[in-house]
């Protein structure tokens, strides 16, 4: 059996050989014939398309070898019989032409070498030299030929394969491209020779007037992005690829809410910045996510800024979840000497890991330290090992229905794995120590909302201290993609076929992307003098009935149609709407340099109301849990 699949592969193999040289050979031959064709021409227009004299004749003949030789050398040595003529274009045929005047200048000096040797010096094959109009009318010739042979062939293979693809999908899908810049280039090249193919593109759409008219690759820009509506109709589009990796995310975000509007199947290129970060041989085409639709202006970083995070270590308490990664992967980028990922959950992190180390290769060193911050010892001995200058403190019970079933898990999690922390911090010198929470704090109706609000507490206690720890709070609202965020549970709900749970129909969130979140974390602990909340400007709030309904859409169905929606009612501590701050803080919400990001004044609290307060929650139960958080926190909607 393995010797018939070696012999079959064998086979295969020589087969395969034999095809390539057979085209190569074939299409050598065409070159030879274009070479002597051209001369040949050439002479006779030059002639005045009179009758070659026998002298000339013989001249041609004499020469017509070692020219063809030349020409075929010189077109081997550019490589013109190992380039895949299928995706030819502009690159090739400047080697095309390079290779056909590098050609012509040798072939001269040969025939002046042979016109001097008096080479072939008899009756039937003599060689005289040319006329130089010869040479360069042949060489223009020549170039246009080769060309021409390798083009035609690449005509040929494209119609083929778009015939086999339409066959296959009834003509294929018709396809809108949004920009006829570099990208769009790149696009409607991909869907031409690649698995795409099957994909006919029908019409480009650029808002630059200087373009509109105008064909790129046959295919015509017929107006702005605001007919986007209207042209989809008339062409009868049935996908949309968007294609202006330079735009800004709001106005990515403003183009695509235009473009789903068509009820068309969505794409798009990737952004600049996943260019970047992802690697070249990678599609260039994605699907539609719900955050380009929900795109903010992006929250810059200060370099300065964050300049305190260069050669440090730094230590990530729940490292491994989805935000705590985010926060190890853009902390990296301002070259610590040590990133240390803290989890409980050893899978992610270890992935984590790997990822970091392959894009820094060993510029910055990544360490994973199981434990929980729930205990004391495990946190002094990882604090004692690596001595950190900054902790971020991500490691949290976050889920709120989950948190009103297990009250007292959020207590020892949230609050005592904070204050565990917190005490670390200022035992072993940390410099910097910024914890996450979350707009559900603000005037909390559930527990993990009560315990992030003491968490907020916790840290301006210590830093009433005057430790020589800087403590800071980072607060935001939901974080798209995030474990146990809405988007995956409505992807999950479309992928079964729905329907779509939604607790009411009027609810809204503030959301951010996990990118988003994780900057602005890393911003304020450069910014952080001591015991400030930061706060994000979160824009407008979203209605979450309409995110389902973008989802859906951009998951191929029709909202209410194929997939159902439904509202199940608010869930026990769930609010309409989220609050970013309170009233009292409200009224000193200052702007920081960055002017996306305010900072708000510590509350005057009771440190000693706060102290009895955690000692009473230390033995909390499930019956008295709330009833001690609403101690610590007055507007607890218990």
Request: overall charge neutral.
């Amino acid at each position: 059996m393995n010797n018939s699949f070696l012999s079959d592969t064998s086979r295969g193999e020589i087969s395969s050989f034999l095809a390539i040289a057979i085209r190569k050979i074939g299409v050598a031959f065409l070159d030879a014939l274009a070479v002597n064709f051209a001369f040949v021409f050439s002479s006779f227009l030059l002639n005045n398309m009179r009758a070659l004299s026998p002298e000339h004749i013989n001249t041609l003949i004499g020469r017509s070898v070692y020219t063809t030789i030349i020409f075929i050398l010189v077109y081997f040595f550019f490589g013109l019989y190992n380039s895949l003529w299928e995706y030819a274009g502009l690159h090739e045929m400047m080697r095309c032409a390079v290779a056909g005047v590098i050609a012509t200048l040798l072939n001269i000096g040969a025939d002046e070498i042979c016109a001097r040797l008096l080479l072939f010096h008899v009756d039937l094959f003599r060689v005289e030299r040319l006329n130089i109009s010869v040479y360069f009318s042949a060489m223009l010739l020549i170039i246009a030929l080769s060309g021409g042979v390798r083009l035609i062939y690449r005509a040929i293979r494209r119609t083929k394969k778009a015939h086999s693809a339409g066959a296959r999908r009834g003509g294929g899908k018709r396809v809108m491209i949004i920009g006829a810049g570099d990208m769009g280039l790149t696009i409607l090249k991909e869907l031409e020779t690649t698995a795409f193919s099957i994909c006919k593109p029908v019409v480009f759409v650029d808002d630059n007037k200087l373009k509109l008219g105008r064909r790129v690759e046959g295919v015509p820009i017929k107006g702005g992005c605001e007919k986007i509506p209207e042209l989809a109709q008339k062409y009868k589009v049935d996908e949309i690829i968007y294609a202006i990796p330079s735009a800004t995310p709001q106005r990515r975000s403003e183009i695509l809410k235009l473009a789903i509007q068509t009820g068309c199947s969505m794409k798009t290129s990737l952004s600049l910045q996943e260019i970047t970060e992802k690697n070249v041989s990678e599609p260039t085409i994605r699907n539609v996510e719900i955050t380009d639709l929900l795109a903010r202006p992006e929250v810059s970083l200060n370099t300065d800024i964050c300049s305190y995070l260069k050669d440090q270590t730094i230590v990530v308490t729940g490292g491994g979840g989805s935000i705590g990664s985010e926060i190890c992967t853009q902390v990296a980028r301002y070259k610590p000497a040590k990133v240390v990922i803290f989890d409980n959950y050893e899978n992610n992190a270890f992935i984590l890991k790997n990822k970091l180390d392959r894009k820094y290769q060993g510029k910055v060193q990544f360490f994973i330290r199981i434990g929980s911050v729930q205990d004391p010892e495990r946190l002094d001995e990882v604090l004692y090992e690596f001595k950190p200058s900054v902790i971020f403190h991500a490691a949290a019970h976050k889920h709120v229905p989950l948190m009103e079933e297990s009250p007292c898990e959020a207590v020892k999690n949230n609050i005592f794995g904070t204050y565990n922390t917190a005490k670390a911090a200022v035992d072993h010198n940390v410099s910097k120590f910024v914890i996450l929470s979350t707009d559900k704090a603000v005037n909390p109706t559930n527990v993990m909302g009560a315990t992030k609000r003491v968490t907020e507490l916790i840290i301006q206690y210590f830093e009433r201290m005057n430790t020589g720890t800087h403590f800071a709070a980072v607060r935001f609202g939901n974080v798209l993609g995030s474990n146990g965020s809405v988007i995956p549970i409505f992807k999950e709900q479309i992928a079964a076929g729905g329907p779509v749970t939604i607790t009411h129909k009027n609810i809204t969130r503030y959301f951010m992307t996990i990118p988003e979140a994780a900057q602005l974390v890393v911003q304020a602990g450069g910014i952080a003098n001591g015991g400030e909340i930061f706060v994000l400007d979160m824009g407008e709030p979203v209605s979450i009935t309409s995110l389902a309904e973008k989802l859906i859409t951009l998951s191929g169905y029709k909202p209410y149609e194929d997939i159902k929606i439904e509202f199940t009612g608010l869930r026990p501590g769930e609010k309409l709407y989220e609050e970013l701050t309170l009233a009292e803080e409200e009224s000193e919400m200052q702007l920081t340099a960055n002017d996306k990001i305010f900072v708000l004044p510590p509350v005057d609290f009771s440190s000693e109301k706060l102290e009895e307060g955690l000692e009473k929650l230390k033995n909390a139960n499930r019956h008295n849990v709330r009833d001690l958080l609403l101690q610590l926190v007055p507007n607890f909607k218990n």
